[in-house]
């Protein structure tokens, strides 16, 4: 089932239990993200500095002497020459850039746009990765669907939602069509707000606009066995997860009798990261040793960011961009005025990005005659920003994790150690897949270290569990 357009049809895929969704983890980017997040609170608390901090935002730069230049404005009336800035593959129609400026990039990022062998899209499936039982990104996906279904044209339009979890064509309207849709809201926020429904379905039951088809991708069988070999590892998981633990603490003991001090002290800043109890700042330096090959360039450019940022003095970054409004204020033109209130409300709508706003600050600081370099540390920060946008947090933990390895490697001098370094790497991976956190590589590296270790009944619900998702994700991707 599909709602065809008159010209291209463009399927929307919400798969949340493909690939890095259900089965696998979030994990690593989010814990990046969310680390984020936990800094710029701490940093707001006045406990010093944080990690990756953004500072003060587009609303707050101009304080409260800017909230007449920001005035209140309906909703879908920003223009969308202030969309994202996403640079589409050759081969792919211009006519699709009105889905893509459409994504509100405070909710979302475009991590990459593949094209068919022959160059000659059919059609576009946007696959949103999801974190399940987490608020924050199922208001985010929502956002994110109800952008997208508002794309409405006679040639573009978005003709099919494909939901994991479901099984069958689902039709909504006997639930649209309740009269009082301020009741409907309510319902679904509530509903949203307990982890009892999800963002894809809140975006479908409350918005304005008519909604494609809407159908299941998922596998029924394999769903089944999935949720089966979850609920049987409930049980013992307790016992089995305490057991994992003492092994742990045991291999530590033997770690200390046996590593020399380099590895030693390499190892626990390694394993204090996983455990959650330093920064990745901290681990991305432990991971700058001379003894390895050079940098990769994704932990180089973060640790460059790291340093931008401990070197900034928000306090002045502050005190700055007050004098900074006082002099735009003195020589902006009534059409830069206009530009900057709507590109403030663009980005809080979400439909203009933090480098993006703040590329134009630069730019509208030039046309104004308003040298930047009398605000020295706002000028540093915003150097910072735009430099620290242009980290790929998926290239960056996956060289981490390959830089992580080779140091293990040449630091572990001896067979004791090395064969040490093994078995912490395997319980590691155990401890993972035990609260289901296993990344998509931790997954392969787990499958193929298991294939030379002895069969463990405690822990096949949990591999089932991995095995069987794997299974689910593939079905849906043929599915969709």
């Known amino acids: 089932m599909r709602l065809r357009s008159s010209r291209w049809p463009a399927w929307l895929v919400l798969a949340s239990l493909v690939s890095n969704q259900v089965l696998f983890a979030y994990g690593p980017e989010r814990s990046f993200w969310e680390q984020r997040r936990r800094e710029q609170t701490r940093r707001s608390a006045g406990n010093g500095t944080g990690f990756l901090a953004q500072g003060p935002t587009p609303a707050s730069l101009f304080g409260a002497a800017g909230a007449s230049v920001f005035p209140a404005t309906e909703k879908g009336s920003v223009h969308s020459e202030f969309a994202g800035s996403v640079s589409l593959p050759k081969g792919l129609d211009e006519s699709y850039r009105r889905f893509f400026t459409s994504i509100p990039l405070a909710s979302s990022t475009v991590r990459k746009i593949s094209l068919p062998a022959d160059h000659k899209p059919r059609g576009l499936i946007f696959h949103i990765q999801d974190v399940h039982r987490n608020l924050d990104a199922q208001t985010n996906i929502a956002h994110v669907v109800t952008s997208l279904i508002n794309v409405q044209s006679r040639s573009l339009s978005v003709s099919l939602v494909g939901l994991e ?11 649209r069509s309740f009269p009082d849709l301020k009741a409907t809201r309510i319902a679904a926020e509530d509903l949203l707000a307990q982890d009892r429904m999800s963002g894809p379905m809140f975006s479908l039951l409350t918005s304005s606009q008519p909604i494609p088809s809407v159908i299941g991708v998922d596998d029924l069988a394999h769903y089944q066995a999935n949720i089966d070999a979850y609920r049987r590892s409930l049980p013992t998981k307790e016992k089995v997860q305490s057991r994992a633990k003492t092994q742990l603490n045991q291999l530590n003991e033997e770690k200390a009798k046996a590593f020399n001090p380099e590895l030693l002290a ?5 394993r204090d990261y996983h455990q959650g109890t330093v920064s990745l700042g901290v681990y991305a330096r432990a991971l700058d040793n001379k003894k390895g090959s050079p940098l990769a360039k994704p932990i180089e450019l973060f640790l460059q960011a790291l340093h931008m940022e401990e070197s900034l003095d928000f306090k002045q970054v502050e005190t700055e961009r007050s004098t900074l409004l006082e002099s735009l204020s003195q020589k902006m033109s009534q059409t830069q005025t206009n530009d900057l209130m709507a590109r403030s409300v663009a980005y809080r709508a979400g439909q203009l990005s933090y480098g993006d706003f703040y590329r134009w600050i630069v730019a509208l600081c030039n046309e104004a005659g308003v040298s930047l370099a009398r605000f020295p540390a706002m000028a540093d920060y915003v150097r910072y920003v735009l430099f620290s946008e242009g980290i790929d947090a998926d290239a960056l933990f996956n060289e981490c994790q390959n830089r992580e390895r080779e140091l293990f490697t040449l630091l572990a001098k001896t067979e004791e150690e090395r064969t040490l370094v093994a078995r912490s790497h395997h319980l590691t991976l155990t401890a993972h897949l035990l609260d289901f956190s296993l990344t998509p590589a931790d997954w392969a590296d787990y ?10 009944s405690d822990l096949e619900p949990y591999e089932t569990f991995y095995r069987e998702a794997h299974a689910r994700d593939s079905d849906m991707a043929e599915n969709s």
């Open 165 to 175: 979890g479901a099984f069958r064509p689902y039709d909504l309207s006997w639930l």
């Open 266 to 270: 390499f190892d626990k800043k390694v």
């Open 447 to 456: 499958e193929r270290i298991r294939a030379y270790t002895p069969p463990d």
